[in-house]
């Protein structure tokens, strides 16, 4: 079995606000297309076309429509992104017989050796969140990997230098950055904004974290915009219209 780190020299990780995610599956196709391209074994997809298409994704997105508690307010619907979330305590580490999944010390990222994985499949049922995915091809665990091969790129400009998911989100959803740093955006934003642990009851202590919808008023006297547009005119036919309407009706 695999052991943990004791501590992390950084703990990078991500935050995602739930309150401007648009569900638009931006991260997913980037996260497709960034991992199928460059880190590790392509993401494979099996019989994409076909009756029963199956393919490997490590980023997926979840909605649901939430009724707020209070009577008045609106349902709202919430995206809810989905991936690794790089746990201090993660039981897909420590269960895994072959050392294959391990944790970082330099940055506590959780990653899979692909070259010792056998897909036993044992970290994928240890995981409380979902976040493995078995590579029904490669035959392999496949996970996040917070875009390891692009954070330390120096070949790539500093802005690029974030995972593909983060760097391709258009409403800005998706933040990326060093928790263990008190003063980082992300920690800020996890403060200011009351930032919360995926299930915390699990004790697995993720480094990702997520901001809270905010609740959406319900608008009173909504103003008919289309209204003056939509107000019935006089249909009496005039012209040639008109004269053909009044001769039909000597008939």
């Not at 490590?58 to 995206?79: M, W």
Request: aromatic letters at 6%.
């Amino acid at each position: 079995m695999t052991s943990l780190p004791t501590q992390t020299d950084r703990k990078l990780g991500l935050v995602i606000d739930l309150d401007i995610c648009v569900g638009c599956h931006a991260c997913v196709t980037s996260c497709k297309g960034w991992n199928t391209e460059n880190y590790g074994a392509p993401l494979s997809d099996m019989d994409a076309y076909g009756a029963k298409p199956q393919g490997t994704f490590l980023n997926r997105i979840h909605s649901f429509e939430v009724q707020p508690q209070q009577a008045d307010k609106p349902a709202q619907t919430v995206h809810f992104p989905k991936s690794c979330l790089h746990c201090d305590d993660a039981p897909c580490v420590t269960v895994c017989p072959t050392g294959a999944s391990y944790k970082r010390q330099e940055d506590g990222i959780v990653l899979v050796n692909e070259s010792s994985c056998i897909g036993c499949g044992l970290c994928a049922w240890a995981c409380p969140y979902g976040a493995r995915e078995m590579d029904a091809d490669a035959g392999v665990m496949k996970k996040c990997t917070l875009c390891v091969d692009r954070i330390y790129n120096e070949n790539l400009p500093e802005e690029d230098r974030q995972p593909a998911c983060v760097r391709t989100c258009p409403s800005n959803a998706r933040h990326f950055g060093d928790f263990a740093d008190p003063e980082s955006h992300v920690s800020q934003m996890v403060t200011d904004r009351g930032g919360f642990d995926l299930m915390p009851e699990l004790g697995t202590s993720p480094v990702n974290k997520y901001l809270p919808p905010r609740p959406k008023d319900a608008m009173e006297d909504v103003p008919d915009i289309l209204g003056p547009m939509m107000a019935r005119v006089d249909d009496t036919p005039t012209g040639f219209l008109g004269w053909l309407d009044r001769t039909l009706e000597k008939i």
